[in-house]
């Protein structure tokens, strides 16, 4: 099932597919986040924003906006 990384509760796993936006594209690629690379919601600011996820071994904050252009598939 695709979704967006910022529609994920904590704890729910997926796997990045691809990106929404691609200005965006090159900083999150940097960051670790490329297609094909498993993710897990660790857990969400009280007013959504930002995010922490867990990637590659270690964990990254992502603004809501920046979430919401990342496009997943949700491992059940």
Known sequence: MSTKLSQLKPGQKAIIQDFDNQEIHLKLMEMGCLPGESITVEQRAPLGDPVSISI????????????????VNVID
């Open 56 to 71: 590659a071994g270690y964990t990254l904050s992502l603004r809501l906006d920046e979430a919401e252009k990342i496009i």
